[in-house]
C-alpha cells in the first residue's frame, strides 16, 4: 500500500514538474526567464486562469486550444508532462526494491527530467546545452559516489586502502569512454563524408548518461538510440515526399540526442536486467 501511494505521489509531482518544465522549453530557448512574467499565450498574450495550468487535465478541457485567440497549443505539452509523470511514478515504484530508495529515487527523478528536456530541445531545435550536459556529469559522478559508499556501508563491506580512488577512477574512464565512442564516429564520418555527421553535444550527453549510470548501460542507452533513430529515419523515409527528394532526405539532420535520451531513461529503469539478460543469451 505504501508502495503504491508513493508511485502516485511521485506521479503527480512529476506531472507538476514537467509543467514548469514546459515553461523551460518554451522560454529558455527565447532567452526569455522562466520565473516571469506569469504563464500566459504566447501568440495572445493573454494571462492563463489557475484552471487552464492544471497538467495534463487543462490542454484536454481546452482541446489544446487557446481560450480566447483558439491558437493550437502543441502536442508537446502534454506529452513533457506526461513523460515525466510516468517516468516519476516508474522510478519510484522501482526504489522499493533497492537500497536507500529516497536517494536512489531522488537521482534518477533528476536526470529523467533532464533527459525530457534534452530530448525536446534537441528534436526542436537540434540543441544539447552545455548548461545541462556539463554539470549534470559532475552531479552525477557525485551521487554515484554517495550512493555507492552508502551501499557498501549499509552491507558491511569495508573498502580496501585506495579502493575509493580505483572506483573513482574506473568510473571517470567510463565517462571519457562513453564520449569517445561518439568522437570516434563523429571523427571516421567526416573521413568518409567530409562532412559533420554527429554534434558534440551528443558526445557530451553520453558521457552524462556513463557519470550516472556506468559505462555498461550508457553503452546500452547508444545502442538503442541508434536503433530507435533507425527505425524512426525509416519510418519518415516511408513517405512519399521523403522519397522525392532522396538528396534533401539525405542531408538532413536527425536528432540523435533525443533518441539517446530516451535509450538513457529505458536504461535507467530497466538497464541491469536488459544487459544480464544479454550476458546470458550470449553465453558470458
Known sequence: MLQL???????????????????????WPEGESVVTPRSHCRICD????????????????????CRTCK????????????AVGLAWALIAWHAYQVLFPLE?????????WALVGLAVLDAE?????????????????????????????????????GQDFKLVGLRLLGVVAAAGLIL??????????????????????????AAWLGFPSALLSFCLGVVLGALF??????????????????????????FLCIGGIVSSLWGQPIIAAYLRWAGL
Open 5 to 27: 501511494l508513493g508511485t502516485v505521489f511521485a506521479a503527480l509531482l512529476g506531472l507538476a514538474f514537467g509543467s514548469f518544465l514546459n515553461v523551460c522549453l518554451s522560454r
Open 46 to 65: 493573454r494571462p492563463l486562469a489557475w484552471w487552464e495550468n492544471i497538467p495534463l487535465l487543462s490542454w484536454l478541457m481546452l482541446r489544446g486550444n
Open 71 to 82: 491558437t493550437w497549443i502543441g502536442m508537446r505539452y502534454p506529452i513533457v508532462e506526461a
Open 104 to 112: 536512489f529515487a531522488v537521482g534518477m527523478m533528476i536526470l529523467a
Open 125 to 161: 531545435y537540434l540543441w544539447l546545452p552545455d548548461a545541462i550536459t556539463l554539470p549534470s556529469i559532475g552531479l552525477g559522478l557525485c551521487w554515484w559516489f554517495i550512493r555507492d559508499v552508502h551501499v557498501r556501508w549499509a552491507l558491511h563491506t569495508a573498502s580496501a586502502p
Open 184 to 209: 570516434l564516429i563523429r571523427w571516421v564520418y567526416t573521413l568518409v563524408r567530409h562532412r559533420e555527421g554527429i554534434g558534440l553535444g551528443d558526445a557530451k550527453l553520453l558521457a552524462m548518461l
Open 233 to 258: 529515419s525509416l519510418v519518415v523515409l516511408a513517405f512519399p515526399a521523403a522519397r522525392r527528394d532522396p538528396e534533401s532526405w539525405a542531408l538532413s539532420k536527425l536528432p540523435l540526442g533525443t
